[in-house]
């Protein structure tokens, strides 16, 4: 009896040990994506919109900042808002679907909106 039941453990054991590793698998497959977004997101906000929106306000319109509440009352509360002003301007401010490249108003829009919701605290 001890001997079936050192199998079954040793066997319960194993699944285990297997099930962890895809799960572990599975998580860095979708975290490493989520930080390269963040930091492309940063560096091309860094080089192409920190010129006007330093930590998140606007040098031209203090209205028209990148804080929460500004946002909302613009009607900018997603990242699909936040990228189609970043790609194809609005107001005084132009379009940068060229210079952010393909996808690149994206990556820019899933970081203003992290840095929204962190009232543009870094740490």
Known sequence: ???????YANRMNSIILL???????FISLILSPMALATESGESLFSMHCSGC?????????????LKL?????????????IAKVAREGIGSMSGYQKVLGD??????????????????VHG
């Open 1 to 7: 009896m001890k001997k079936k039941f050192k199998g």
């Open 19 to 25: 099930f962890s590793m895809i799960i572990g698998i």
């Open 53 to 65: 929106h330093i930590n998140g306000g606007n040098i031209v319109r203090r209205s028209k900042n």
């Open 69 to 81: 509440k500004a946002l909302k009352r613009n009607g900018l509360d997603n990242q699909a808002a």
């Open 103 to 120: 996808g690149g108003d994206q990556l820019v829009a899933i970081w203003v909106w992290e840095q929204a919701q962190k009232a543009w």
